[in-house]
Every structure is written in C-alpha cells, then in structure tokens.
C-alpha cells in the first residue's frame, strides 16, 4: 500500500468517526501505552491473597453481656450518590442506634486521603457516626470486621492480623463483575473465607451456593418507600426512564441501547428520559438529566409510565423505587432475582433487545395508566431497610457474643 493511498483511508476514517471519535481512539492509545488500566485494579499485589485459609484466629472469650460492640467495616472509598455506600451505611447507622461503636476502615492502594473522605461521609450520610481510618494502618481495636466486597475480604486477612470475628455483607455476587479470569478467581475465592457470610437477598445466597454448595445468612432486600410515593393526583403519564451506567458491566448498558432504540422504533411519540451517567453511542433522541437526587427522580419517576431496570448481579434498588413511585419496572428475567423481588407489577423480560422492548411496550400500550401505576405503588407500601437493619444487626450481634 502506497503512503498515499494509507493516508487517504486513514482521512476517510478521520473523517467517518468526527471530532469525538478521533478523541476516543487518541484517548484508547495512550490508555494502553501508559496502562493506565491497572488504576481501575484496587489492590496491591501484596494485598492478594495466595491460597484460602482454613481457619483464622478469633478471640478466646466473648464480650461480657451486654458491653457495646466495636465493629469495623471495610470499604473502598465513598462518593457521593453511591447506592452500595448508601446501603452499607444504613446498617452501620442501625448498628450505632442500637448502642453500638463503629469503624470504618477506608483501603485505596493509590494513598488515602482520610481528612477529605471523612468529610465526604459526613457530607453525604450525614446519620453517620462512625469513626474513619486507614485500613493499611491496621486493623484492630474492635470485636468483629465486616467485609463489603471482594477487596475488603482480602483486605481484612491482610491487615486484621489480631483474633477477631469476621463477617462479609455481600451486595452483588462480585466475580461476575469481571471475565473469567484472575479478577473473577479473586473474587470468587472470598466466598471460600472463614468468615461469616450474610447475603442481601435470596438470589446471592443462591448464587454462592450454586458455585461454591456453602449457604450464607439471607436477609431481606430493602425499599426507600417512605422517600418515593406516587405523585399528585391528575399527573399525565409519558415516556419511560432509564439508569444509564456505561461503564458498570452489570447493569448492561448495551443491550439497554438497542432495546431503547428498538422501542423508539414502535413508540416515536414516546418521550425517553434517562439519569445517571451521560449516554454514549445511543442514535435515538433521549431527554438526559445527569445525576439526580431522590426527590428529582421520585418526581420523574411519578410522570414516567416504565423505567429499564436492569442489573445482573442482584436485583436492583431501582426496580423497587420505581414501583413505590407508580412506574412499572421493566427487569431482566432471572429465577433467583424474582425470588427477592417476588411482586405482580414487574414486567419480567428475557435478557434480549426484542424481549425487554416487548415488556416496554406491553407497559405504555396498556388501558389503565393510572389504575396500574396505582396498584404497584400500593405493593410496596411500608417496604423499608428496617427489617434488614434488625436482621444484620442481630447477626453480627450473635456472631461476636455467642447469644
């Protein structure tokens, strides 16, 4: 190939892809170059864990009755508007109700900011009592350790090296976050720790017990349905919603575009509203709204008739809120997910462009918005995080003090 003809196909391809394209692939080049990939990987390989221990030291005695509890929870750093943060928080605030003393114990590997996190937690959960440390500066002076993902369990045998009870609050089933490969084995091998599991929802414990046959402690998943209602009587109803999250493998950000695009072909006069993180690739007009607080997408939701609510690695907070708020959620089909989430008003869809778009339509398409929109919102009425509160509290309760 002549210098000339390659520069004529490269202009051509300069040309077919534009401005943001051509920034796009500058930005791919440089990320390889540099590997700039290994800052998404939050663990220092001396962080790792090499094989899974069989036991690891407890204290000898338990805590005289009724003494507080010290409890320390290991995450990664916060930010605002995190729903696995938020949820966290909720059970160490139910912990800090109930009598008991907390420790967060941060862990990033590229040096920690605590003065500046501590205000972020502050800031944003401000119910929040707790007191916040550097997990690499060791973890200790407490009765039990709570690990909140497959980087804080290694964390915890790394660095809480003094006899301690150990438990894990798992949100996600985590390996299927990633490939199957080292990531996924890391991962996946938490599952195998001594440590006490407690799986949010029935759809992780059955995740867990299919890949490793052990059982966990299952609490029940939460709704915020004081905080998302129904909106004032007479609202007209239009469009649906959409939690766009591109960079989150699990919420399936590209199969939501093509079933987006695929209900825009069959419902032009349907407006489509989407929050959360700037859509990309899309080639349908769509209403974004950023990031949006509670009351913001409680009012979206009360003028939306369907929301895409997708997650494939537990069910998500979404399709709840959506409900409380009168919009019909639209979810990916799984038998573990509807065994958490076991209500009437979900429009449960095969995991295919055409399936989710079938569901989308069945809901705008219906007779009675308002008589619909009104009895899934009456479904979820008194839902609250209260049960899970009591259910993990008494668990790391009964954990540390035998009773």
């Not at 069989?54 to 003494?67: D, I, Q, W």
């Not at 912990?95 to 907390?102: D, P, S």
């Not at 720790?193 to 759809?203: D, H, K, N, S, V």
């Not at 959620?329 to 009437?344: G, T, Y």
Request: include cysteine; charged fraction near 20%; glycine fraction near 8%.
């Amino acid at each position: 190939m002549s210098r000339k003809t390659d520069l004529l196909g490269k202009t051509r391809r300069a040309l077919a892809v534009g401005s943001s394209g051509i920034a796009q692939r500058i930005a791919q080049r440089a990320y390889t170059r540099t590997g700039a990939a290994d800052l998404l990987f939050n663990l220092d390989l001396e962080d790792l864990l090499v094989d899974v221990p069989a036991e690891l030291p407890v204290p000898a005695t338990r805590p005289e009755s009724g003494r507080p509890l010290r409890i320390g929870w290991v995450t990664t750093p916060p930010a605002a508007g995190s729903g696995g943060h938020t949820t966290l928080f909720r059970i160490v605030e139910a912990l800090e109700v109930a009598g008991h003393r907390c420790v967060v114990f941060l862990y990033d590997k590229h040096d920690l900011d605590s003065a500046r996190l501590t205000s972020v937690i502050r800031d944003n959960w401000p119910g929040l009592q707790a007191e916040v440390r550097d997990a690499r500066a060791g973890i200790q002076d407490v009765d039990a350790v709570v690990a909140t993902s497959w980087e804080s369990a290694h964390v915890i045998v790394r660095y809480a090296r003094e006899p301690v009870r150990r438990l894990y609050f798992i949100q996600d089933y985590e390996p299927f976050f990633y490939g199957r490969g080292a990531e996924y084995a890391f991962a996946a091998m938490t599952y195998r720790l001594p440590f006490r599991r407690i799986a949010l929802g029935e759809m992780l414990d059955g995740m867990i017990r299919e890949e490793t046959g052990l059982s966990s402690d299952v609490v029940p998943f939460g709704c915020d349905s004081a905080v998302y209602s129904l909106p004032a009587e007479g609202t007209v109803r239009t469009g649906i919603v959409f939690y766009c999250r591109p960079d989150t493998p699990r919420r399936g950000y590209q199969l939501a575009c093509i079933t987006l695009m695929a209900f825009h072909r069959r419902h032009p006069d349907q407006e489509i509203h989407v929050y959360g993180a700037p859509p990309r690739g899309l080639t349908i007009p769509v209403t974004f709204h950023g990031r949006m607080g509670t009351k913001a997408l409680n009012d979206l939701y009360g003028r939306t008739i369907a929301g895409l609510a997708m997650s494939f690695t537990n069910i998500t907070l979404v399709a709840e809120e959506m409900l409380a708020a009168g919009n019909i959620p639209v979810v990916n089909d799984n038998p573990l997910a509807r065994r958490v989430l076991p209500n009437p008003h979900v429009r449960w869809a095969e995991p295919t462009a055409a399936a989710l778009a079938d569901a989308l339509s069945a809901a705008v398409a219906t007779d009675d918005l308002s008589g619909n929109a009104s009895a899934a919102a009456a479904s979820v009425v008194g839902r609250s995080w209260k049960p899970t509160q009591e259910a993990v509290v008494r668990i790391i309760v009964e954990e540390v003090t035998g009773t």
